[in-house]
């Protein structure tokens, strides 16, 4: 019984002092990426938009929606976590990448997309602008925009459904 | 005097790549000046533009040069609605400094483009005024601090002229996954303030199309029949233009050629370029060029080889230092060393 007990305490020891694959992995497991929804004012004839569509209206080189009405892209910083996501996701190169591009646009006249500060100045943005359409974490939007695409933690862009927010609240992330 | 300002412009970078709150200011490095209503998404009217000044060293007897070769203006306005206005004014050699001389008689003010721009769509697109000519790519993009190399390949300009008079309709048809970019155009001639010793259109009508084919290339085709001033014969050129990137890596390609008929007499004007540009370390990059080129009047082939460094230190700016030799010389193309420093403000 006793060298039950020695045993027993050394092995508890050792859990602590040199922990297993098992219990550093639990410690060290970082968070999941936040699903980045991509958002559009409630009103916008959008139809039909993919990745593809997408990464157009982010290069500048779709500018319409369906109605003629003038799409109003809105990014984050170039340094914040979901504008590089975005980036490679949809735009298939990091903000930094896409400069050579903007220059030559810029020769032509058209400069790249309006920059908000935050994911709260995206939200209050595209509620309030006609044609706009930005992106920010699923879980700190609220029914003012209208959700168009989502894009998952590996990147991958999926249409929008009516269950997409459930993921928040099945999550219970902060927001809901 | 632009080596003068590089201090100044490395502290800046562009507010839109920044989180800072104030990034919606009115200047932006490489970006423009925005008037009216800098914080809002239309912004009026936006005034920038480039600069760049070169040096050309000695070639046989004729002496080394530097000048400031191109001081460049953009203005243009866009509403957020279906109609824009656009237009470049540039300022050629206001100085030139060679040995012994130092003159500002050279300066000429240039017309480069003035145009405006209606969109029935993402598809249709209609341009009245004065472009760029659409043909290839360089020509398209031909601002100094987007080229990598001082000199301009000798079929980007010495084939046709480099602008255009007249109505466009162009647009983006979404027949892949990033799309067909398209140009119809036709020039009446009667050039908009054209340019002293340019050799400007008479009439032209012409066409291009550029499309992704592969991940990371681009494919462009053009097509113009047109009469220039110097000479009444009619000329047909078909272009073919390729751009590969990937890595920072660029393999890109020029290829035209050119038939002229003078009654019943034809003759024809061939040319083109490969250019490699290779990443030596984060901003510095290696540069190889070879050209071919035979003229209508000349017997012989030119080679051009070139070889060069250019310098990004940052985005809108780029020093570049080159050396180049011409071999079956006919027309009198100038060898030997060429830097610039090229910006974007």
């Known amino acids: 019984?006793?060298?039950?007990?020695?045993?027993?305490?050394?092995?508890?020891?050792?859990?602590?002092?040199?922990?297993?694959?098992?219990?550093?992995?639990?410690?060290?497991?970082?968070?999941?990426?936040?699903?980045?929804?991509?958002?559009?004012?409630?009103?916008?004839?959008?139809?039909?938009?993919?990745?593809?569509?997408?990464?157009?209206?982010?290069?500048?080189?779709?500018?319409?929606?369906?109605d003629g009405v003038r799409i109003q892209p809105v990014n984050l910083p170039a340094d914040h976590p979901l504008r590089q996501r975005f980036s490679q996701a949809v735009l298939r190169q990091t903000p930094e990448a896409l400069d050579e591009y903007w220059n030559e646009q810029y020769f032509h006249g058209v400069l790249p997309p309006h920059v908000q500060a935050s994911e709260t100045a995206v939200l209050r943005f595209v509620a309030a602008t006609a044609g706009a359409i930005g992106y920010l974490d699923l879980c700190t939007l609220d029914d003012s925009v209208r959700v168009l695409l989502t894009i998952d933690g590996d990147g991958r862009v999926h249409a929008a459904d009516a269950e997409a927010r459930s993921y928040c609240q099945a999550a219970d992330l902060p927001g809901h | 005097m632009l080596l003068a300002l590089l201090p100044a412009l490395s502290s800046v970078s562009p507010a839109w790549a920044t989180d800072d709150p104030t990034a919606q200011s009115a200047y932006e490095?490489?970006?423009?000046?925005?008037?009216?209503?800098?914080?809002?998404?239309?912004?009026?009217?936006?005034?920038?533009?480039?600069?760049?000044?070169?040096?050309?060293?000695?070639?046989?007897?004729?002496?080394?040069?530097?000048?400031?070769?191109?001081?460049?203006?953009?203005?243009?306005?866009?509403?957020?609605?279906?109609?824009?206005?656009?237009?470049?004014?540039?300022?050629?050699?206001?100085?030139?400094?060679?040995?012994?001389?130092?003159?500002?008689?050279?300066?000429?003010?240039?017309?480069?483009?003035?145009?405006?721009?209606?969109?029935?769509?993402?598809?249709?697109?209609?341009?009245?005024?004065?472009?760029?000519?659409?043909?290839?790519?360089?020509?398209?993009?031909?601002?100094?601090?987007?080229?990598?190399?001082?000199?301009?390949?000798?079929?980007?300009?010495?084939?046709?002229?480099?602008?255009?008079?007249?109505?466009?309709?162009?647009?983006?048809?979404?027949?892949?996954?990033?799309?067909?970019?398209?140009?119809?155009?036709?020039?009446?001639?009667?050039?908009?303030?054209?340019?002293?010793?340019?050799?400007?259109?008479?009439?032209?009508?012409?066409?291009?199309?550029?499309?992704?084919?592969?991940?990371?290339?681009?494919?462009?085709?053009?097509?113009?029949n047109f009469r220039q001033e110097s000479a009444p014969d009619r000329k047909t050129l078909y272009g073919l233009d390729a751009l590969w990137s990937w890595q920072r890596f660029e393999l890109s390609g020029e290829l035209a050629y050119v038939t002229r008929e003078i009654g019943e007499e034809r003759a024809e004007e061939r040319g083109?370029?490969?250019?490699?540009?290779?990443?030596?370390?984060?901003?510095?990059?290696?540069?190889?060029?070879?050209?071919?080129?035979?003229?209508?009047?000349?017997?012989?082939?030119?080679?051009?080889?070139?070889?060069?460094?250019?310098?990004?230190?940052?985005?809108?700016?780029a020093l570049k230092a080159e050396y180049a030799k011409a071999t079956d010389n006919d027309i009198g193309l100038r060898d030997g060393v060429r830097a610039s420093i090229a910006v974007l403000f």
């Open chain 2, 272 to 317: 083109h370029y490969v250019q490699l540009v290779a990443p030596l370390s984060a901003q510095l990059y290696a540069v190889l060029r070879y050209e071919g080129f035979r003229a209508a009047a000349t017997v012989g082939d030119l080679s051009l080889y070139l070889g060069g460094l250019t310098w990004r230190p940052m985005s809108g700016l």
């Open chain 2, 29 to 224: 490095f490489g970006r423009g000046y925005r008037l009216g209503a800098p914080d809002t998404l239309s912004g009026d009217f936006t005034l920038g533009g480039y600069a760049h000044a070169d040096y050309e060293g000695p070639d046989g007897d004729a002496p080394w040069n530097a000048s400031l070769e191109a001081l460049s203006a953009l203005l243009w306005w866009d509403g957020g609605g279906r109609w824009r206005f656009f237009s470049e004014l540039e300022i050629d050699d206001a100085l030139v400094v060679a040995p012994g001389d130092t003159t500002t008689d050279d300066a000429e003010v240039v017309l480069e483009r003035l145009h405006l721009d209606y969109a029935y769509s993402d598809a249709v697109q209609l341009r009245l005024g004065k472009f760029l000519t659409p043909v290839g790519r360089w020509n398209l993009i031909h601002a100094a601090p987007l080229t990598w190399t001082t000199s301009r390949p000798l079929i980007t300009e010495a084939t046709f002229p480099t602008n255009a008079t007249g109505a466009m309709l162009y647009g983006v048809l979404p027949l892949t996954a990033e799309g067909v970019e398209y140009a119809l155009y036709a020039s009446p001639g009667e050039e908009l303030f054209p340019e002293k010793e340019v050799d400007t259109f008479t009439e032209a009508w012409g066409a291009r199309m550029a499309a992704s084919v592969l991940p990371h290339a681009q494919l462009g085709v053009s097509v113009a």
């Open chain 1, 1 to 66: 019984m006793r060298r039950l007990g020695l045993a027993c305490g050394l092995a508890a020891c050792l859990a602590v002092c040199f922990p297993g694959p098992t219990v550093a992995a639990a410690a060290q497991a970082p968070a999941p990426a936040p699903v980045i929804a991509v958002v559009v004012h409630p009103a916008a004839a959008t139809g039909a938009v993919d990745a593809d569509a997408l990464a157009q209206i982010f290069k500048r080189r779709k500018i319409y929606w369906r």
